[in-house]
């Protein structure tokens, strides 16, 4: 199973499978300009789990090294990222060498800004290991955090080659899980009617969320995203509707300090922000109401924005990067599968966040 993503630059491959991890090998002994060296950056907790499948699948003639990065987010700071770079400039990594980027997201971000950045940029192949990966592993956006903001230091680097086995998905924890599934339903909101409703008949609670139903969605997911992708690879257009839930999913998470609320679970609560916000602009006509309850039977913690203030959401949207004055950038809906881009006031959302506090009761 297999998706071509295409940017200006660069044409690769996206193998999706149980098992697609043995592909490994092939694609990196077929490559144009096949590596010399291979340096592994590995999120340690991941590592520990799957470790020896990648290590099994890796090429024999090719030198290895393993770099080892504390799991999740931590490793998106500056000493992981400097670490990182002293270890590869300790392997004497030059340009014929590959980084591996061997975790979830954050690995990925990671890793691939540290290709990116290693002598102006070294290739790299993205081995994601969780169900957000299918988005973050795909499109080249490479970052890490600054104290003052989330993936604000970064570059734009396209890895070679996407190697995606489904079968290290299924360590995965019911929130890791139910967080990263958030992104393929973000991705139907925003391009395929069809897949919605599928996904809202097929899924139920956060163990449905598997096997093949699952695969088909990623690859699916991985589709729209690379379509996506391929029209706007820097973000100056249509990029932004991957947006969609983003606005105030990202307030929901700053707020509840990165943790308590995965990702994914802030942006399941920040699309139905969105809906109503669509439903109030242009009276986009959708059932949000049992949507929300279809969100929270499958185990998302749906009114977890509604933990905080109205000042306080907006205090942190205005912050965010995509905020222009004083009013906030949405993706809205104008139906399903038809996202554009719309600047909204104080007011405008102020009565939008008193209609979803009032529905959420
Ligand atoms: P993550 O990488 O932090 O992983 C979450 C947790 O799951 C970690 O503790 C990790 O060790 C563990 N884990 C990973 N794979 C596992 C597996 N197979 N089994 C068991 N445990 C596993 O989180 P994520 O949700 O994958 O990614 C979130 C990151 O992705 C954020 O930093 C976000 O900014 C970034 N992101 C980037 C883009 C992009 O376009 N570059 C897009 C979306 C999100
Ligand atoms: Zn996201």
């Given at each position: 199973?297999?998706?071509?993503?295409?940017?200006?630059?660069?044409?690769?491959?996206?193998?999706?499978?149980e098992?697609?991890?043995?592909?490994?090998?092939?694609?990196?002994l077929?490559m144009?300009?096949?590596?010399?060296?291979?340096?592994?950056?590995?999120?340690?907790?991941?590592?520990?789990?799957?470790?020896?499948?990648?290590?099994?699948?890796?090429?024999?003639?090719?030198?290895?090294?393993?770099?080892?990065?504390?799991?999740?987010?931590s490793?998106?700071?500056?000493?992981v990222?400097?670490?990182?770079?002293?270890?590869?400039?300790?392997?004497?990594?030059?340009?014929h060498?590959?980084v591996?980027?061997f975790?979830?997201?954050a690995?990925?971000?990671?890793a691939?800004?540290?290709?990116?950045?290693?002598?102006r940029?070294?290739?790299?192949?993205?081995?994601?290991?969780?169900?957000?990966?299918?988005?973050?592993a795909?499109?080249?956006?490479?970052?890490?955090?600054?104290p003052?903001?989330?993936?604000?230091?970064?570059?734009?680097?396209?890895p070679?080659?996407?190697?995606?086995?489904?079968?290290?998905?299924?360590?995965?924890?019911?929130?890791?899980?139910?967080?990263g599934?958030?992104?393929?339903?973000?991705h139907?909101?925003?391009?395929?009617?069809?897949?919605?409703?599928?996904?809202?008949r097929?899924?139920q609670?956060?163990?449905?969320?598997k096997?093949?139903?699952?695969?088909?969605?990623l690859?699916?997911?991985?589709?729209?995203?690379?379509?996506?992708v391929?029209?706007?690879?820097?973000?100056?257009g249509?990029?932004?509707?991957?947006?969609?839930?983003?606005?105030?999913?990202?307030?929901?998470?700053?707020?509840?300090?990165?943790g308590?609320?995965?990702?994914?679970?802030?942006?399941?609560?920040?699309?139905?922000?969105a809906?109503?916000a669509?439903?109030?602009?242009?009276?986009?006509?959708?059932?949000?109401?049992?949507?929300?309850?279809?969100?929270?039977?499958?185990?998302?913690?749906?009114k977890?924005g509604?933990?905080?203030?109205?000042?306080?959401?907006?205090?942190?949207?205005?912050?965010?990067?995509?905020?222009?004055?004083g009013?906030?950038?949405?993706?809205?809906?104008?139906?399903?599968g038809?996202?554009?881009?719309t600047?909204?006031t104080?007011?405008?959302?102020?009565?939008?966040?008193?209609?979803?506090?009032k529905?959420?009761?």
């Amino acid at each position: 199973n297999r998706v071509t993503v295409e940017t200006v630059h660069k044409t690769y491959p996206v193998i999706i499978g149980e098992g697609a991890v043995k592909e490994i090998g092939p694609v990196l002994l077929k490559m144009k300009n096949k590596p010399t060296r291979l340096f592994v950056i590995a999120d340690e907790g991941v590592y520990a789990i799957h470790g020896s499948a990648l290590k099994e699948a890796l090429p024999d003639p090719i030198p290895v090294d393993w770099h080892f990065v504390p799991a999740g987010e931590s490793a998106k700071s500056f000493s992981v990222f400097e670490q990182c770079l002293t270890a590869m400039l300790e392997a004497a990594l030059d340009r014929h060498s590959l980084v591996v980027a061997f975790g979830g997201g954050a690995c990925g971000d990671l890793a691939g800004f540290c290709a990116a950045s290693y002598m102006r940029g070294i290739p790299f192949i993205q081995v994601p290991t969780t169900i957000l990966a299918h988005d973050s592993a795909v499109g080249g956006k490479t970052a890490i955090n600054h104290p003052l903001g989330k993936n604000m230091i970064g570059a734009f680097h396209q890895p070679e080659a996407v190697i995606y086995d489904t079968s290290f998905l299924h360590s995965l924890s019911e929130k890791e899980t139910r967080s990263g599934f958030a992104e393929v339903i973000k991705h139907a909101f925003i391009a395929d009617e069809p897949m919605l409703t599928e996904i809202l008949r097929t899924i139920q609670k956060t163990a449905d969320i598997k096997g093949a139903f699952l695969a088909q969605c990623l690859k699916k997911g991985i589709e729209i995203k690379s379509a996506i992708v391929k029209e706007d690879e820097k973000e100056i257009g249509v990029r932004a509707f991957l947006n969609f839930g983003h606005t105030y999913g990202h307030a929901v998470e700053a707020l509840s300090g990165y943790g308590k609320t995965a990702h994914g679970e802030a942006v399941a609560c920040g699309m139905i922000f969105a809906l109503y916000a669509s439903q109030f602009k242009n009276n986009f006509s959708f059932n949000i109401r049992s949507f929300a309850k279809w969100l929270k039977g499958v185990g998302y913690p749906v009114k977890e924005g509604l933990g905080f203030s109205f000042e306080e959401i907006y205090t942190v949207m205005t912050r965010d990067k995509k905020a222009y004055g004083g009013t906030v950038r949405f993706v809205l809906l104008n139906k399903i599968g038809e996202p554009y881009v719309t600047d909204m006031t104080k007011e405008e959302l102020q009565k939008i966040d008193e209609h979803f506090r009032k529905e959420a009761e």
